[in-house]
């Protein structure tokens, strides 16, 4: 069966060129600062991350819940739970020396307001591989966690939000080595924890050099 993924074909002069606001923590109406007190009131002693305890990041939850306080703090209930049950808040610091030479993740990259962008080169990325290991969620789905996590704690420690903008290069993308039957659960498992554990952590998220139609 065919299959055909469209992509949109990125210049990324543009990008570095998109005029954006200065990077930093987000100014809140005075209602939505009232909220964010009430919300941070009720997890504050829970939350073991810096960022966790700033109010750029918990409006994210309040948006994410259209800024419903209880429905706020029970999904960012789970997501603790989750933490902690995974090691979330040490995932910066795990070794991930071996993933990180045959999955490439590039953090060194800052858009014009000085947020991070994250950088994966899909090129070097075989995740079929992975998937024929029966690897492809516990370990690419764990990088991919990190990704995240590492994203959060530099954007924060650079502009005090936890914000950044990811971008792939899909120069080299193919459904062999990329979107196989087995190397779906990835992205499904990436979608999943992004929406229920990091909601509003990316500001964009770019595609660039795909092939118009991949087959």
């Not at 995974?86 to 858009?111: C, H, M, Q, W």
């Not at 080595?177 to 990436?190: D, Q, T």
């Not at 554990?197 to 795909?210: C, D, E, Q, R």
Request: aromatic residues 12%; proline residues 4%.
């Amino acid at each position: 069966m065919e299959f055909i993924v469209h992509t949109t074909f990125v210049i990324l002069i543009l990008i570095c060129q998109r005029r954006v606001s200065a990077a930093k923590p987000p100014v809140l109406s005075a209602k939505e600062q009232t909220l964010v007190n009430e919300l941070k009131a009720l997890v504050t002693n829970r939350l073991t991350v810096e960022y966790m305890k700033s109010d750029a990041y918990l409006i994210k939850w309040l948006k994410a819940k259209k800024f419903d306080v209880n429905e706020a703090k029970e999904a960012l209930d789970k997501t603790l739970v989750w933490r902690k049950e995974t090691g979330a808040d040490n995932l910066p610091y795990e070794d991930f020396s071996k993933l990180d030479k045959g999955y490439p993740i590039d953090f060194t990259v800052r858009d014009t307001s000085g947020r991070p962008v994250i950088l994966i080169p899909f090129n070097d990325w075989n995740v079929r591989r992975k998937a024929l290991e029966g690897k492809v969620v516990s370990e690419l789905g764990r990088w991919l966690d990190f990704m995240e996590e590492n994203a959060a704690q530099l954007a924060y420690n650079l502009t005090g939000d936890s914000t950044s903008m990811l971008l792939a290069d899909l120069n080299g993308f193919s459904l062999t080595k990329h979107g196989c039957v087995g190397c779906i659960p990835l992205y499904l498992n990436f979608v999943r924890h992004h929406e229920l554990h990091y909601p509003y952590s990316l500001y964009k998220f770019y595609g660039v050099n795909g092939k118009d139609t991949i087959s």
